[in-house]
C-alpha cells in the first residue's frame, strides 16, 4: 500500500532543462518539454542506447536482488515513471517489499502518484529530494524502511550528475554508512575512457544546458564500490551485468554498471 501521496501541485521550471525530463525523452517518454526534448536531439544516437541499457540493467538487477531475498529499496534519482518501475520488478517476486523512491524534479512528484501503486502486501513511498542531502533521505527512508535489515541502495545513471567538486564518494559513503550488512549498492554510471569522443559531446551539450556532468574512468566508478564485495560478474558494461536471466544481445556501451554487497 501507498504510504504517501504527493499534496500541493509542484512547481514545474519549463525554461531549463532537468536530467530527468531529458532522460525521459531519451526513453521515448511524453513528460518532458521543448527545452529537454532540444538537448536530446543534439545528443549522438548513442545516448538513446544509453538510457534503454540503464533502465534494462536497473530492471535486472532488481529482479535479481529480489529473487536473494531482498525485499527493502531505496532508489534516489529515481526519474520519471516508465513501466515497468522498480517497485513493479520487486513485489513480482516479493509481494512485501517496500520501495522508497527519491528524485529532485517537481515533474517526477507530479507523476509520484505511479509509484505509490503498491502490491497489498508491500509499500511504497516517494520523497522529493536530492542526493546532495542524504542524510534527510535517510531520515525520511527510515519511517519506511527497517534500517536493521538488509536494503538495497539504488543509484541509476545519477552519479555521473555530481562533478567531483560535489563530493559524490562521500555522498555515496554517507549513504552507505547508513545500511546495515548485508545491504547491496547498485549503481550504473557513465564512462569517460569507453567512448571519449562520444563522452565529451555529450558533456560538452549538456553544459550548454546548464547541466554539469562528471563521466568517470572504470577505475573512478570502482572507487564507489570500495570496500564492498562485487557480485559477478564484477564491474562491466550495462548490457555485460546479468545473474539469472538469459545473458542480453551484445552491443556497445558506454555505461558502468555493478551490484556488490555490504559484508
Same mark, same amino acid.
Given at each position: 500500500?501507498?504510504?504517501?501521496?504527493?499534496?500541493?501541485?509542484?512547481? +514545474?521550471?519549463?525554461?531549463?532543462?532537468?536530467?530527468?525530463?531529458?532522460?525521459?525523452?531519451?526513453?521515448?517518454?511524453?513528460?518532458?518539454?521543448?527545452?529537454?526534448?532540444?538537448?536530446?536531439?543534439?545528443?549522438? &544516437?548513442?545516448?538513446?542506447? %544509453?538510457?534503454?541499457?540503464?533502465?534494462?540493467?536497473?530492471?535486472?538487477?532488481?529482479?535479481?536482488? %529480489?529473487?536473494?531475498?531482498?525485499?527493502?529499496?531505496?532508489?534516489?534519482?529515481?526519474?520519471?515513471?516508465?513501466?515497468?518501475?522498480?517497485?513493479?520488478?520487486a513485489q513480482a517476486v516479493v509481494p512485501t517489499a517496500k520501495v522508497v523512491?527519491?528524485?529532485?524534479? &517537481?515533474?517526477?512528484?507530479?507523476? %509520484?502518484?505511479?509509484?505509490?501503486?503498491?502490491?497489498?502486501?508491500?509499500?511504497?513511498?516517494? +520523497?522529493?529530494?536530492?542526493?546532495?542531502?542524504?542524510?534527510?533521505? +535517510?531520515?525520511?527512508?527510515?519511517?519506511?524502511?527497517?534500517?536493521?535489515?538488509?536494503?538495497?541502495?539504488?543509484?541509476?545513471?545519477?552519479? /555521473?550528475?555530481?562533478?567531483?567538486?560535489?563530493?559524490?564518494?562521500?555522498?555515496?559513503?554517507?549513504?552507505?554508512?547508513?545500511?546495515?550488512?548485508?545491504?547491496?549498492?547498485?549503481?550504473? /554510471?557513465?564512462?569517460?575512457?569507453? /567512448?571519449?569522443?562520444?563522452?565529451?559531446?555529450?558533456?560538452?551539450?549538456?553544459?550548454?544546458?546548464?547541466?554539469?556532468?562528471?563521466?568517470?574512468?572504470?577505475?573512478?566508478? %570502482?572507487?564507489?564500490?570500495?570496500?564492498?564485495?562485487?557480485?559477478?560478474?564484477?564491474?562491466?558494461?550495462?548490457?555485460?551485468?546479468?545473474?539469472?536471466?538469459?545473458?542480453?544481445?551484445?552491443?556497445?556501451?558506454?555505461?558502468?554498471?555493478?551490484?556488490?554487497?555490504?559484508?
Amino acid at each position: 500500500m501507498p504510504t504517501g501521496t504527493p499534496t500541493d501541485p509542484p512547481h +514545474i521550471d519549463t525554461s531549463k532543462a532537468h536530467p530527468a525530463r531529458v532522460y525521459d525523452w531519451l526513453l521515448g517518454g511524453k513528460d518532458n518539454y521543448p527545452v529537454d526534448e532540444a538537448v536530446g536531439e543534439k545528443l549522438p &544516437p548513442e545516448a538513446r542506447d %544509453a538510457a534503454r541499457q540503464n533502465r534494462q540493467f536497473m530492471q535486472r538487477a532488481a529482479a535479481w536482488l %529480489a529473487g536473494q531475498g531482498i525485499d527493502q529499496f531505496l532508489d534516489i534519482g529515481t526519474g520519471i515513471p516508465t513501466e515497468p518501475n522498480l517497485h513493479q520488478i520487486a513485489q513480482a517476486v516479493v509481494p512485501t517489499a517496500k520501495v522508497v523512491y527519491t528524485d529532485n524534479d &517537481p515533474i517526477v512528484l507530479r507523476h %509520484a502518484e505511479a509509484l505509490l501503486i503498491s502490491s497489498r502486501e508491500g509499500a511504497t513511498d516517494y +520523497i522529493q529530494g536530492d542526493v546532495r542531502d542524504p542524510g534527510g533521505i +535517510i531520515r525520511h527512508a527510515r519511517g519506511v524502511l527497517d534500517f536493521e535489515r538488509p536494503i538495497a541502495l539504488s543509484l541509476i545513471a545519477l552519479l /555521473h550528475f555530481l562533478p567531483e567538486d560535489q563530493d559524490p564518494l562521500g555522498i555515496v559513503g554517507e549513504l552507505r554508512s547508513a545500511l546495515p550488512s548485508g545491504s547491496y549498492l547498485v549503481l550504473s /554510471h557513465a564512462a569517460s575512457d569507453l /567512448h571519449s569522443e562520444l563522452a565529451a559531446q555529450v558533456t560538452a551539450e549538456y553544459a550548454r544546458a546548464g547541466i554539469r556532468l562528471g563521466f568517470r574512468t572504470r577505475d573512478e566508478v %570502482a572507487r564507489f564500490f570500495g570496500g564492498l564485495d562485487l557480485v559477478e560478474p564484477g564491474l562491466v558494461t550495462a548490457p555485460e551485468w546479468f545473474r539469472t536471466t538469459p545473458a542480453p544481445e551484445p552491443e556497445s556501451s558506454g555505461i558502468y554498471a555493478g551490484v556488490a554487497r555490504l559484508p
